[in-house]
């Protein structure tokens, strides 16, 4: 009898044992907190909200229509990314008045990843007018947004080290999801003769994507807004579109089409629609099934828009 009562007592002493070492072991997990995520732009938030989903609460500087190089960060603005656990930007200078900041953050043990630092320097573009910084719209290649994929799965396990292996799994998800994206985007822009992709916008913010899916580009200012284009280059512009018989041009949802419309109507090409080029659309507009406030929806919003009014 006493053996039996010691050995429901030994039972009961390791089971307690055994649940107590199984909480304390989960704690960190059980309850957690999402990860405070500060993003920039919208395309940044979205892959952010993509890899880390319900783990990470993500909170974006710049909304839809806003212009990343010229935006300035407020104060409201320095208070979120002091809040935050970690911060995402995209990098290459696209946010050009921010970089000082990112940088004094940094210093203050703050984690802060450009998500294009994992993009090899030789797939970048180098633009002469750039003063020595590659092309920062990368995203327009979803072959070399994929590979920003890796950079917010580090900053998000590095930040969370008990959640990395569900980052790098849902990171694979993600990958595939974008592969499979940039073959639509192939398909999609084979609808029309290459001798008719004459991408012409508002400024060069789509060379990436003209590399890519094979559209000759042609901006009107250089790839940042900051500088404003002149009576010439209007000129020019109204000329090659002429020479070239270009059916449409296009408005970009970031900057203003004042001048865009003005080339329309000197030039005699009609204006194709807008798309969207520093930010992506309003999160939940929905169009052919797709979200235009999400990373897939944008790229399918604007291939769709080029191909209808060019082919």
């Excluded at 090899?120 to 007018?129: I, T």
């Excluded at 694979?172 to 639509?184: A, G, N, Q, S, Y």
């Excluded at 001798?195 to 940042?224: E, K, M, P």
Aim: hydrophobic share 40%; with cysteine.
């Amino acid at each position: 009898m006493n053996e039996t009562l010691f050995g429901s007592i030994r039972l009961r002493c390791a089971f307690r044992l055994g649940l107590l070492a199984f909480l304390v072991a989960g704690w960190p997990l059980i309850g957690a907190e999402p990860i405070r995520v500060t993003a920039t732009t919208t395309m940044v938030a979205d892959l952010v909200r993509q890899v880390g989903g319900d783990k990470v609460k993500v909170e974006a500087l710049m909304g839809p229509g806003v212009d990343p190089h010229l935006y300035k960060a407020a104060a409201s603005d320095v208070a979120k990314l002091q809040r935050a656990d970690v911060i995402f930007y995209s990098g290459l200078y696209l946010e050009g008045k921010m970089d000082d900041l990112f940088s004094k953050l940094s210093k203050t043990n703050k984690r802060v990843y450009a998500v294009t630092a994992s993009i090899p320097r030789e797939k970048l573009l180098m633009p002469s007018e750039a003063g020595g910084h590659p092309d920062p719209h990368v995203w327009f290649d979803v072959r070399l947004w994929e590979m920003c994929v890796d950079e917010v799965v580090r900053g998000l396990s590095e930040t969370r080290p008990a959640l990395k292996a569900e980052f790098i799994a849902q990171g694979k998800v993600v990958h595939e999801k974008l592969r499979e994206l940039h073959e639509w985007s192939v398909k999609k822009s084979a609808e029309i003769l290459e001798s008719r992709r004459i991408l012409v916008t508002s400024h060069d913010a789509y060379n990436y994507f003209g590399r890519t899916y094979r559209f000759q580009v042609v901006g009107l200012q250089g790839i940042s807004t900051v500088t404003e284009a002149g009576l010439a280059d209007m000129a020019k512009l109204v000329d090659f579109i002429k020479k070239n018989k270009v059916k449409a041009v296009f408005v970009e949802s970031s900057v203003s089409p004042a001048t865009i419309q003005r080339i329309s109507r000197d030039s005699g090409a009609r204006i194709g629609g807008e798309l969207f080029s520093d930010a992506m659309g309003t999160p939940g507009q929905i169009e052919n099934g797709y979200d235009l406030g999400t990373y897939e929806g944008m790229i399918k919003h604007n291939l769709t828009t080029i191909v209808d009014a060019l082919k």
